[in-house]
């Protein structure tokens, strides 16, 4: 079946600096990917939509400078935390819209900032 | 907003026990309602969903029903295994926002021992 990879699946980093999370279709070609965020013990959050060849859609309270998404092709779509700090920290996920409409996700990457 | 509120975990149950994971949403207008199973180092994968009111979806053994007056979507299993063991997250969207814009619970992690 169609599967998403997500990479890294964790990563420890100091304060102020970038983390990029990798997000890939495998066997299909995604237009549409989905970025989310899960804090301990709180709702899985959608924080943006991330569409091919063109500029990502935030939600309400996501800062669009501080988490740059880049979806420069159909089977890739970054997430790049700029800067990041301790309140940063957190377990992100993506999914892909494949084209039956159907949705598949990665396993997730938690980032603990120091 | 919508929302959705589940119970909190963890959940340890033998095998062959009874599995209810309580799950209450918040919305304006007509949600479709979901389960998500995410096992252990995989994402998450569609389990189940119901687009209206008194519809069951159901799948491997788990069942949902879409209670609109109590405004809950429980997912019960009959006999657990221990290869249910992963993390559950009930979910909606609304139209038009489609299948794939969701709000996600919490999540519940449940582990079933032999």
């Known amino acids: 079946g169609a599967v998403v990879s997500q990479h890294p699946s964790w990563v420890i980093c100091k304060s102020g600096t970038s983390v990029k999370i990798e997000c890939r279709s495998l066997d299909f070609q995604a237009t549409t990917m989905f970025w989310y965020r899960q804090f301990p013990k709180q709702s899985l959050m959608l924080m943006a939509t991330s569409n091919e060849g063109s500029k990502a859609t935030y939600e309400q309270g996501v800062e669009k400078d501080k988490f740059l998404i880049n979806h420069a092709s159909l089977t890739l779509s970054t997430l790049t935390v700029t800067s990041a700090h301790p309140e940063d920290s957190s377990f992100y996920i993506c999914?892909?819209?494949?084209?039956?409409?159907?949705?598949?996700f990665g396993s997730g990457t938690q980032l603990s900032v120091l | 907003g919508n929302s959705v509120t589940q119970m909190e975990g963890p959940v340890t149950l033998s095998e062959e026990a009874f599995l209810t994971i309580n799950c209450t949403y918040t919305?304006?207008?007509?949600?479709?309602l979901f389960w998500y199973v995410q096992y252990p180092g995989e994402g998450l994968q569609l389990l189940l969903k119901a687009t209206k009111a008194d519809d069951k979806g159901s799948n491997k053994g788990f069942e949902a029903t879409y209670r609109k007056e109590t405004t809950s979507f429980h997912l019960e299993k009959g006999s657990v295994q221990v290869s249910d063991s992963a993390v559950y997250f009930c979910?909606?969207?609304?139209?038009?926002?489609?299948?794939?814009?969701?709000?996600f619970g919490a999540g519940t992690t449940v582990t079933v021992r032999a």
């Open positions: 999914s892909a819209l494949g084209g039956n409409e159907k949705l598949f």
């Open positions: 979910a909606l969207t609304l139209p038009p926002r489609g299948d794939y814009k969701l709000s």
């Open positions: 919305a304006t207008g007509y949600p479709s």
